[in-house]
Protein backbone atom coordinates (compact mmCIF):
# COMPACT_ATOMS: atom_id res chain seq x y z
CA UNK A 1 0.00 0.00 0.00
CA UNK A 2 1.09 3.26 -0.99
CA UNK A 3 2.47 5.65 1.71
CA UNK A 4 2.82 9.49 1.65
CA UNK A 5 6.19 11.05 2.68
CA UNK A 6 7.08 14.64 2.95
CA UNK A 7 10.47 16.10 3.21
CA UNK A 8 11.74 19.34 4.39
CA UNK A 9 14.99 20.53 3.40
CA UNK A 10 17.39 23.18 5.22
CA UNK A 11 21.30 24.14 4.91
CA UNK A 12 23.28 23.59 2.05
CA UNK A 13 23.25 21.61 -1.49
CA UNK A 14 24.63 19.02 0.26
CA UNK A 15 21.22 18.64 2.29
CA UNK A 16 18.76 19.57 -1.13
CA UNK A 17 20.77 15.89 -2.39
CA UNK A 18 20.45 13.99 0.72
CA UNK A 19 17.01 14.67 0.83
CA UNK A 20 16.54 13.31 -2.79
CA UNK A 21 18.46 10.27 -1.68
CA UNK A 22 15.88 9.73 1.36
CA UNK A 23 13.43 9.95 -1.21
CA UNK A 24 14.55 7.27 -2.92
CA UNK A 25 15.56 5.14 0.02
CA UNK A 26 11.72 5.50 0.93
CA UNK A 27 10.59 4.81 -2.45
CA UNK A 28 10.93 1.19 -2.34
CA UNK A 29 9.03 0.80 0.98
CA UNK A 30 5.72 2.50 -1.05
CA UNK A 31 6.36 6.17 0.06
CA UNK A 32 5.30 8.62 -2.49
CA UNK A 33 6.04 12.39 -1.91
CA UNK A 34 3.38 14.90 -0.95
CA UNK A 35 3.68 18.59 -0.96
CA UNK A 36 2.80 19.19 2.37
CA UNK A 37 3.12 17.83 5.80
CA UNK A 38 -0.54 17.74 6.82
CA UNK A 39 -1.38 15.18 3.89
CA UNK A 40 2.04 12.95 5.08
CA UNK A 41 2.12 9.64 6.74
CA UNK A 42 5.97 10.41 7.00
CA UNK A 43 7.78 13.49 8.05
CA UNK A 44 11.57 13.76 7.38
CA UNK A 45 13.27 17.12 8.65
CA UNK A 46 16.37 16.96 6.97
CA UNK A 47 18.04 19.71 9.49
CA UNK A 48 21.05 21.83 9.26
CA UNK A 49 23.29 23.27 12.83
CA UNK A 50 25.49 25.46 10.97
CA UNK A 51 24.51 28.95 12.46
CA UNK A 52 22.64 30.51 15.09
CA UNK A 53 19.72 28.11 17.24
CA UNK A 54 19.26 25.83 15.07
CA UNK A 55 18.39 23.46 17.03
CA UNK A 56 15.72 25.55 18.99
CA UNK A 57 14.23 25.88 15.51
CA UNK A 58 13.83 22.09 14.93
CA UNK A 59 12.24 21.19 18.30
CA UNK A 60 9.23 24.63 17.75
CA UNK A 61 8.78 22.89 14.49
CA UNK A 62 9.10 19.42 16.32
CA UNK A 63 6.11 20.52 18.43
CA UNK A 64 3.99 21.77 15.61
CA UNK A 65 4.35 18.23 13.89
CA UNK A 66 3.52 16.78 17.21
CA UNK A 67 0.04 18.81 17.32
CA UNK A 68 -0.59 17.91 13.67
CA UNK A 69 -0.24 14.51 14.77
CA UNK A 70 -2.48 14.82 17.61
CA UNK A 71 -5.47 16.50 16.09
CA UNK A 72 -5.07 13.62 13.34
CA UNK A 73 -5.59 11.26 15.34
CA UNK A 74 -8.68 12.75 17.45
CA UNK A 75 -10.38 13.20 14.20
CA UNK A 76 -9.97 9.06 13.82
CA UNK A 77 -6.62 9.66 11.21
CA UNK A 78 -3.70 7.87 10.90
CA UNK A 79 -0.51 8.50 12.65
CA UNK A 80 2.37 11.05 11.36
CA UNK A 81 5.30 9.70 11.78
CA UNK A 82 8.33 11.83 12.46
CA UNK A 83 12.11 11.52 11.57
CA UNK A 84 14.67 13.94 11.93
CA UNK A 85 17.77 13.56 9.96
CA UNK A 86 20.33 16.01 8.68
CA UNK A 87 23.46 17.96 11.30
CA UNK A 88 20.90 18.68 14.16
CA UNK A 89 20.22 15.23 14.29
CA UNK A 90 23.57 14.38 14.23
CA UNK A 91 24.50 16.67 17.05
CA UNK A 92 21.43 16.32 19.10
CA UNK A 93 21.08 12.41 18.70
CA UNK A 94 20.34 10.66 22.07
CA UNK A 95 19.72 14.39 23.46
CA UNK A 96 16.71 15.06 20.91
CA UNK A 97 15.45 11.03 21.92
CA UNK A 98 14.83 12.57 25.27
CA UNK A 99 13.44 15.74 24.50
CA UNK A 100 11.45 15.05 21.53
CA UNK A 101 9.92 11.91 22.80
CA UNK A 102 7.29 11.58 19.87
CA UNK A 103 9.89 11.68 17.32
CA UNK A 104 10.22 8.34 15.72
CA UNK A 105 13.69 7.98 14.49
CA UNK A 106 16.72 10.50 14.87
CA UNK A 107 19.40 9.54 11.88
CA UNK A 108 22.55 11.43 10.73
CA UNK A 109 23.84 11.95 7.49
CA UNK A 110 25.85 9.20 7.25
CA UNK A 111 23.35 6.31 8.30
CA UNK A 112 20.12 7.57 6.74
CA UNK A 113 20.13 4.28 4.33
CA UNK A 114 19.07 2.69 7.13
CA UNK A 115 15.75 4.87 7.46
CA UNK A 116 13.50 1.91 6.70
CA UNK A 117 15.16 -0.38 9.07
CA UNK A 118 14.92 2.62 11.44
CA UNK A 119 11.63 3.08 11.32
CA UNK A 120 10.68 -0.57 11.46
CA UNK A 121 12.44 -0.97 14.18
CA UNK A 122 10.47 2.05 16.09
CA UNK A 123 6.90 0.25 16.13
CA UNK A 124 6.12 -1.26 19.62
CA UNK A 125 8.74 0.89 21.27
CA UNK A 126 8.01 4.08 23.65
CA UNK A 127 11.58 5.97 22.54
CA UNK A 128 12.80 7.04 19.40
CA UNK A 129 15.18 5.23 17.80
CA UNK A 130 18.33 6.73 17.07
CA UNK A 131 21.44 6.54 14.82
CA UNK A 132 24.10 8.70 14.75
CA UNK A 133 27.08 6.33 13.73
CA UNK A 134 29.43 7.21 11.18
CA UNK A 135 28.97 3.48 9.76
CA UNK A 136 32.00 1.60 8.09
CA UNK A 137 29.76 0.75 5.43
CA UNK A 138 29.64 3.84 2.98
CA UNK A 139 25.50 4.43 2.71
CA UNK A 140 26.25 5.26 -0.69
CA UNK A 141 26.23 1.80 -1.69
CA UNK A 142 23.36 1.33 0.17
CA UNK A 143 21.46 4.01 -2.23
CA UNK A 144 19.07 2.48 -4.92
CA UNK A 145 18.71 4.35 -8.74
CA UNK A 146 16.77 8.04 -8.39
CA UNK A 147 13.35 7.17 -8.23
CA UNK A 148 12.51 10.62 -9.26
CA UNK A 149 13.51 11.62 -12.87
CA UNK A 150 15.71 14.23 -12.49
CA UNK A 151 15.37 17.95 -14.48
CA UNK A 152 18.25 19.38 -16.54
CA UNK A 153 20.58 20.18 -13.65
CA UNK A 154 20.99 17.91 -10.73
CA UNK A 155 23.78 17.93 -7.72
CA UNK A 156 26.08 14.84 -7.27
CA UNK A 157 27.79 13.89 -4.32
CA UNK A 158 31.18 13.27 -4.52
CA UNK A 159 32.72 13.89 -1.10
CA UNK A 160 31.79 14.23 2.44
CA UNK A 161 32.84 15.42 5.59
CA UNK A 162 35.98 18.23 6.79
CA UNK A 163 39.18 17.79 8.15
CA UNK A 164 39.97 21.39 8.30
CA UNK A 165 38.51 22.31 11.65
CA UNK A 166 37.69 25.72 10.90
CA UNK A 167 37.32 27.28 14.65
CA UNK A 168 33.69 28.42 14.07
CA UNK A 169 32.27 25.57 11.59
CA UNK A 170 30.29 22.55 13.44
CA UNK A 171 30.76 20.51 9.55
CA UNK A 172 33.81 18.69 11.04
CA UNK A 173 31.32 17.33 13.52
CA UNK A 174 28.38 17.08 11.75
CA UNK A 175 29.74 15.45 8.78
CA UNK A 176 32.61 13.32 10.38
CA UNK A 177 36.40 12.78 8.76
CA UNK A 178 36.81 13.83 4.86
CA UNK A 179 35.94 10.84 2.47
CA UNK A 180 35.75 10.39 -1.53
CA UNK A 181 33.50 8.75 -3.19
CA UNK A 182 36.02 5.76 -5.96
CA UNK A 183 35.63 7.58 -9.19
CA UNK A 184 33.52 4.63 -11.08
CA UNK A 185 30.67 5.12 -8.75
CA UNK A 186 31.19 8.74 -9.61
CA UNK A 187 30.65 8.12 -13.09
CA UNK A 188 28.19 5.51 -13.14
CA UNK A 189 25.71 7.72 -11.42
CA UNK A 190 26.72 10.68 -13.53
CA UNK A 191 25.99 8.90 -16.69
CA UNK A 192 22.58 7.42 -14.98
CA UNK A 193 22.04 11.03 -14.32
CA UNK A 194 22.72 12.36 -18.21
CA UNK A 195 20.91 8.99 -19.71
CA UNK A 196 17.70 10.67 -18.08
CA UNK A 197 18.43 14.13 -19.44
CA UNK A 198 20.70 15.90 -16.87
CA UNK A 199 22.76 18.38 -18.86
CA UNK A 200 24.34 20.07 -16.16
CA UNK A 201 26.03 18.26 -13.08
CA UNK A 202 27.30 20.01 -9.80
CA UNK A 203 29.21 17.77 -7.84
CA UNK A 204 28.92 18.07 -4.15
CA UNK A 205 31.41 18.23 -1.50
CA UNK A 206 31.79 20.37 2.29
CA UNK A 207 35.71 20.71 0.97
CA UNK A 208 35.05 19.05 -2.64
CA UNK A 209 38.64 20.27 -4.32
CA UNK A 210 39.75 17.80 -1.47
CA UNK A 211 38.81 14.84 -3.71
CA UNK A 212 41.25 12.25 -3.84
CA UNK A 213 38.96 9.57 -5.20
CA UNK A 214 40.02 6.05 -5.71
CA UNK A 215 40.24 5.46 -9.76
CA UNK A 216 40.51 2.67 -11.90
CA UNK A 217 43.84 2.76 -12.78
CA UNK A 218 44.77 2.13 -9.22
CA UNK A 219 45.66 6.01 -8.35
CA UNK A 220 44.14 8.05 -6.65
CA UNK A 221 42.43 11.30 -8.83
CA UNK A 222 41.96 14.41 -7.80
CA UNK A 223 38.98 16.78 -8.57
CA UNK A 224 40.81 18.01 -12.17
CA UNK A 225 41.31 14.65 -13.02
CA UNK A 226 37.88 13.98 -12.12
CA UNK A 227 36.29 16.38 -13.78
CA UNK A 228 38.06 16.36 -17.12
CA UNK A 229 36.95 12.25 -17.22
CA UNK A 230 33.19 13.91 -16.65
CA UNK A 231 33.72 16.12 -19.76
CA UNK A 232 33.68 13.18 -21.82
CA UNK A 233 30.60 12.18 -21.36
CA UNK A 234 28.39 12.79 -24.30
CA UNK A 235 25.34 15.26 -23.70
CA UNK A 236 26.98 16.46 -20.44
CA UNK A 237 27.33 20.26 -21.27
CA UNK A 238 27.72 21.71 -17.54
CA UNK A 239 30.32 20.73 -15.06
CA UNK A 240 30.36 22.69 -11.81
CA UNK A 241 31.87 22.10 -7.83
CA UNK A 242 31.20 23.25 -4.61
CA UNK A 243 32.00 23.98 -1.67
CA UNK A 244 35.63 24.61 -2.57
CA UNK A 245 38.59 25.64 0.35
CA UNK A 246 41.31 27.96 -1.05
CA UNK A 247 43.79 25.65 0.14
CA UNK A 248 42.89 22.81 -1.80
CA UNK A 249 42.85 24.95 -5.15
CA UNK A 250 46.10 22.67 -6.86
CA UNK A 251 47.66 23.95 -10.26
CA UNK A 252 45.97 21.10 -11.67
CA UNK A 253 42.20 22.50 -10.89
CA UNK A 254 42.89 25.56 -11.91
CA UNK A 255 44.50 24.78 -15.21
CA UNK A 256 41.24 22.62 -15.72
CA UNK A 257 39.08 25.88 -15.61
CA UNK A 258 41.31 27.35 -18.43
CA UNK A 259 41.33 23.69 -20.33
CA UNK A 260 37.91 22.34 -20.00
CA UNK A 261 35.11 24.33 -21.63
CA UNK A 262 32.39 22.65 -19.53
CA UNK A 263 33.84 23.80 -16.72
CA UNK A 264 31.71 27.01 -15.92
CA UNK A 265 33.50 30.11 -15.02
CA UNK A 266 31.91 30.67 -11.95
CA UNK A 267 33.12 29.73 -9.04
CA UNK A 268 32.33 29.80 -4.98
CA UNK A 269 35.64 30.19 -2.92
CA UNK A 270 34.87 31.05 0.19
CA UNK A 271 37.18 33.52 2.01
CA UNK A 272 35.50 34.12 4.67
CA UNK A 273 37.44 37.30 6.14
CA UNK A 274 40.31 39.75 5.05
CA UNK A 275 41.90 40.26 7.50
CA UNK A 276 45.05 38.06 8.16
CA UNK A 277 44.82 37.98 12.44
CA UNK A 278 40.98 37.10 11.71
CA UNK A 279 42.25 34.18 9.02
CA UNK A 280 44.30 32.48 11.60
CA UNK A 281 42.58 32.62 14.89
CA UNK A 282 39.71 31.02 12.04
CA UNK A 283 42.00 28.31 11.52
CA UNK A 284 41.89 29.07 7.81
CA UNK A 285 45.58 28.21 6.16
CA UNK A 286 46.36 31.23 4.20
CA UNK A 287 46.06 35.02 4.10
CA UNK A 288 44.40 37.30 2.51
CA UNK A 289 46.99 38.13 0.25
CA UNK A 290 47.45 34.11 -1.09
CA UNK A 291 43.57 34.41 -1.94
CA UNK A 292 43.92 37.58 -4.54
CA UNK A 293 47.15 35.61 -5.53
CA UNK A 294 44.58 32.72 -6.27
CA UNK A 295 42.16 34.38 -7.42
CA UNK A 296 44.60 36.22 -9.99
CA UNK A 297 46.19 32.84 -11.14
CA UNK A 298 42.29 31.66 -12.02
CA UNK A 299 41.93 34.69 -13.82
CA UNK A 300 44.57 33.95 -16.05
CA UNK A 301 43.83 30.58 -16.65
CA UNK A 302 39.75 31.26 -17.56
CA UNK A 303 39.41 35.84 -17.64
CA UNK A 304 35.90 35.76 -18.19
CA UNK A 305 35.39 33.58 -14.58
CA UNK A 306 33.19 34.99 -11.91
CA UNK A 307 33.37 34.35 -7.92
CA UNK A 308 31.21 34.22 -4.83
CA UNK A 309 32.65 33.76 -1.40
CA UNK A 310 31.19 33.39 1.97
CA UNK A 311 31.62 36.18 4.84
CA UNK A 312 31.77 36.06 8.31
CA UNK A 313 31.65 39.46 9.92
CA UNK A 314 32.08 39.96 13.89
CA UNK A 315 34.16 36.87 14.43
CA UNK A 316 35.76 36.71 17.98
CA UNK A 317 38.22 39.70 18.14
CA UNK A 318 37.45 41.19 14.97
CA UNK A 319 38.38 44.89 15.14
CA UNK A 320 37.41 47.81 13.02
CA UNK A 321 40.69 47.59 11.37
CA UNK A 322 39.89 43.92 10.59
CA UNK A 323 36.74 44.60 9.26
CA UNK A 324 37.97 47.10 6.52
CA UNK A 325 40.78 44.27 5.53
CA UNK A 326 37.75 42.69 4.75
CA UNK A 327 36.31 45.48 2.70
CA UNK A 328 39.20 45.65 0.71
CA UNK A 329 39.65 42.36 -0.35
CA UNK A 330 35.62 42.58 -1.78
CA UNK A 331 36.94 45.87 -3.68
CA UNK A 332 40.36 44.60 -4.80
CA UNK A 333 38.55 40.82 -5.94
CA UNK A 334 35.18 42.24 -6.94
CA UNK A 335 32.69 39.49 -6.41
CA UNK A 336 29.63 38.66 -8.65
CA UNK A 337 28.13 36.75 -5.69
CA UNK A 338 28.14 36.55 -2.15
CA UNK A 339 26.75 35.36 1.18
CA UNK A 340 27.43 36.96 4.72
CA UNK A 341 26.97 36.33 7.61
CA UNK A 342 27.19 37.23 11.45
CA UNK A 343 29.43 34.74 13.17
CA UNK A 344 26.93 33.08 15.50
CA UNK A 345 28.78 31.09 18.20
CA UNK A 346 28.50 26.94 17.74
CA UNK A 347 28.24 24.52 20.49
CA UNK A 348 31.82 22.21 20.92
CA UNK A 349 33.48 24.63 18.54
CA UNK A 350 36.87 26.47 19.39
CA UNK A 351 35.96 29.51 18.90
CA UNK A 352 32.91 29.71 20.81
CA UNK A 353 35.16 29.73 24.30
CA UNK A 354 37.32 32.65 22.74
CA UNK A 355 37.65 36.22 24.21
CA UNK A 356 36.41 39.45 22.68
CA UNK A 357 33.15 38.16 21.67
CA UNK A 358 31.37 41.09 19.22
CA UNK A 359 28.82 42.78 20.34
CA UNK A 360 25.50 42.11 18.34
CA UNK A 361 25.30 45.75 17.08
CA UNK A 362 28.26 45.67 15.70
CA UNK A 363 28.15 42.28 13.84
CA UNK A 364 25.14 43.99 12.28
CA UNK A 365 26.18 46.96 11.32
CA UNK A 366 29.60 45.28 9.69
CA UNK A 367 26.96 43.08 8.38
CA UNK A 368 25.07 46.09 6.92
CA UNK A 369 27.97 47.78 5.43
CA UNK A 370 29.23 44.73 3.91
CA UNK A 371 26.27 43.40 1.90
CA UNK A 372 25.72 47.17 1.01
CA UNK A 373 29.07 46.46 -1.58
CA UNK A 374 28.79 43.46 -2.09
CA UNK A 375 25.26 44.20 -3.26
CA UNK A 376 26.71 47.11 -5.17
CA UNK A 377 29.20 44.49 -7.48
CA UNK A 378 26.39 41.86 -7.70
CA UNK A 379 23.86 44.78 -9.54
CA UNK A 380 26.79 46.04 -11.68
CA UNK A 381 28.21 42.47 -12.25
CA UNK A 382 24.54 41.60 -13.83
CA UNK A 383 24.08 45.20 -15.70
CA UNK A 384 27.07 44.50 -17.13
CA UNK A 385 25.88 41.70 -19.19
CA UNK A 386 22.94 43.54 -20.69
CA UNK A 387 23.59 43.85 -24.45
CA UNK A 388 25.77 40.09 -24.13
CA UNK A 389 24.83 36.89 -25.43
CA UNK A 390 25.31 34.05 -23.11
CA UNK A 391 24.34 30.30 -23.26
CA UNK A 392 21.44 29.75 -20.82
CA UNK A 393 20.88 26.07 -20.17
CA UNK A 394 16.66 26.05 -19.23
CA UNK A 395 14.56 24.43 -16.64
CA UNK A 396 11.51 25.00 -15.68
CA UNK A 397 8.53 27.71 -16.96
CA UNK A 398 8.64 30.80 -15.36
CA UNK A 399 6.17 32.49 -13.38
CA UNK A 400 4.37 34.08 -15.74
CA UNK A 401 2.53 32.50 -18.59
CA UNK A 402 4.61 31.42 -22.01
CA UNK A 403 8.11 32.57 -19.75
CA UNK A 404 10.59 29.75 -19.22
CA UNK A 405 13.91 30.07 -16.74
CA UNK A 406 17.24 28.85 -16.76
CA UNK A 407 20.79 29.51 -15.88
CA UNK A 408 23.65 31.59 -17.36
CA UNK A 409 27.14 30.46 -17.24
CA UNK A 410 27.58 32.43 -14.25
CA UNK A 411 24.61 30.79 -12.36
CA UNK A 412 22.06 33.92 -12.98
CA UNK A 413 18.00 32.81 -12.73
CA UNK A 414 17.84 34.03 -16.56
CA UNK A 415 13.54 34.60 -17.76
CA UNK A 416 13.16 33.94 -21.27
CA UNK A 417 9.93 33.74 -23.47
CA UNK A 418 9.46 30.40 -24.50
CA UNK A 419 7.25 26.96 -24.02
CA UNK A 420 8.15 24.21 -22.60
CA UNK A 421 10.31 22.59 -25.62
CA UNK A 422 12.81 24.93 -24.42
CA UNK A 423 13.70 22.73 -21.11
CA UNK A 424 16.76 20.64 -21.14
CA UNK A 425 18.26 22.99 -23.84
CA UNK A 426 21.09 25.11 -23.55
CA UNK A 427 20.67 28.53 -26.01
CA UNK A 428 22.46 31.52 -26.51
CA UNK A 429 20.12 34.01 -25.26
CA UNK A 430 21.18 37.87 -25.45
CA UNK A 431 20.66 39.84 -22.38
CA UNK A 432 17.88 41.98 -22.70
CA UNK A 433 17.30 43.40 -18.74
CA UNK A 434 19.18 43.21 -15.13
CA UNK A 435 16.55 42.89 -12.67
CA UNK A 436 16.56 42.86 -9.05
CA UNK A 437 17.87 39.04 -8.39
CA UNK A 438 17.80 37.67 -12.09
CA UNK A 439 18.08 38.39 -15.72
CA UNK A 440 15.83 39.20 -18.65
CA UNK A 441 16.63 37.98 -22.21
CA UNK A 442 15.53 36.73 -25.25
CA UNK A 443 16.51 33.95 -27.95
CA UNK A 444 18.64 35.01 -29.88
CA UNK A 445 18.31 34.47 -33.74
CA UNK A 446 20.55 31.64 -34.32
CA UNK A 447 18.80 29.98 -31.50
CA UNK A 448 15.23 30.31 -32.90
CA UNK A 449 16.70 28.61 -36.39
CA UNK A 450 17.62 26.02 -34.81
CA UNK A 451 21.29 26.43 -35.27
CA UNK A 452 22.19 25.56 -31.45
CA UNK A 453 20.94 21.58 -30.65
N1 LIG B 1 32.67 24.03 3.45
C1 LIG B 1 32.43 25.33 3.11
C2 LIG B 1 31.32 26.04 3.87
C3 LIG B 1 30.52 25.36 4.87
S1 LIG B 1 29.37 26.28 5.77
C4 LIG B 1 33.70 26.13 3.23
O1 LIG B 1 34.66 25.70 3.76
O2 LIG B 1 33.71 27.24 2.78
C5 LIG B 1 28.83 27.57 4.75
C6 LIG B 1 29.19 28.93 5.28
O3 LIG B 1 28.55 29.18 6.50
C7 LIG B 1 30.65 29.11 5.59
O4 LIG B 1 31.42 29.36 4.45
C8 LIG B 1 30.64 30.27 6.55
O5 LIG B 1 30.72 31.50 5.89
C9 LIG B 1 29.28 30.14 7.22
N2 LIG B 1 29.41 29.70 8.62
C10 LIG B 1 29.87 28.52 9.06
N3 LIG B 1 29.88 28.50 10.41
C11 LIG B 1 29.43 29.71 10.81
C12 LIG B 1 29.23 30.31 12.09
N4 LIG B 1 29.50 29.66 13.21
N5 LIG B 1 28.74 31.57 12.12
C13 LIG B 1 28.46 32.25 10.98
N6 LIG B 1 28.64 31.73 9.75
C14 LIG B 1 29.13 30.48 9.67
FE1 LIG C 1 33.56 24.22 7.92
FE2 LIG C 1 35.99 25.10 7.38
FE3 LIG C 1 35.33 22.59 6.81
FE4 LIG C 1 34.28 24.60 5.41
S1 LIG C 1 36.47 24.04 5.52
S2 LIG C 1 33.19 22.83 6.23
S3 LIG C 1 34.04 26.20 6.93
S4 LIG C 1 35.48 23.47 8.84
FE1 LIG D 1 24.13 22.76 7.42
FE2 LIG D 1 25.12 20.38 7.70
FE3 LIG D 1 25.12 21.58 5.32
S1 LIG D 1 25.28 22.03 9.15
S2 LIG D 1 25.33 23.71 5.87
S3 LIG D 1 23.35 20.95 6.48
S4 LIG D 1 26.70 20.28 6.15
Excluded at 43 to 66: F, P
Excluded at 109 to 133: F, I, K, N, W
Excluded at 268 to 289: E, K, T
Excluded at 338 to 353: D, L, M
Amino acid sequence: MSKTLHIKTYGCQMNVYDSQRIADVLAPHGYVLADHPEAADLVVLNTCHIREKAAEKVYSELGRLRRVGERRQRAGGAPLQVAVAGCVAQAEGDAMAKRAPHVDVVVGPQSYHRLPELLARRAGRRRPVVDTDFPVESKFDHLPEAATPPGATAFLTVQEGCDKFCSFCVVPYTRGAEESRPVADVLAEACGLVDRGVRELTLLGQNVNAYHGEAPDGREWGLARLIRELAEIPGLERIRYTTSHPADMDDALIRAHGEVPALMPFLHLPVQAGSDRVLAAMNRRGGADDYRRLVDRLRAARPDLALSSDFIVGFPGEREDDFAATLALVDDVVFAQAFSFKYSPRPGTPATIMRQHVAEAVKADRLERLQARLDDQQRAFNRHLTGHTVDVLFERPGRKPGQMVGRSPYLQAVHVDGGPELAGRCLPVVITAALEHSLAGKLADDAKLGAVA
